[in-house]
């Protein structure tokens, strides 16, 4: 089991681009004793991808689920909420449709 939840979902946008992406992140315990790096990705709407990766320790996890964080948020994606304790409106929820209470 975890000792610490890991749990991330960002969003990434460029209107220039018609951009609007998000990506998840979790590390979860799998019922064989081994540590899940599980994510999700595509653009926000729409059904997108999925990977699950497999760990012995939750320190290998958490490596690897550091690491994919890092490399997101060198590309342009920004937390939105983090992990359920804090509430940040979604986009679609915002009836101007901007977005800069995301930055």
């Excluded at 991808?49 to 490399?71: I, N, P, Q, S, Y």
């Amino acid at each position: 089991m975890a000792l610490y939840p890991y749990q991330l979902y960002c969003q990434r946008f460029d209107a220039a681009r018609n951009m609007a992406r998000y990506y998840m992140l979790s590390i979860q315990p799998t019922l064989f004793g081994e540590v899940a790096v599980t994510r999700a990705w595509g653009r926000i709407g729409k059904r997108g991808g999925e990977k699950t990766e497999m760990f012995e320790t939750e320190r290998d996890a958490a490596v690897h689920f550091l690491d994919l964080a890092r490399r997101k948020h060198a590309k342009g994606y920004r937390p939105v909420a983090s992990c359920g304790n804090a509430h940040i409106e979604h986009p679609s929820n915002n009836d101007r449709g901007d977005n800069k209470h995301l930055r």
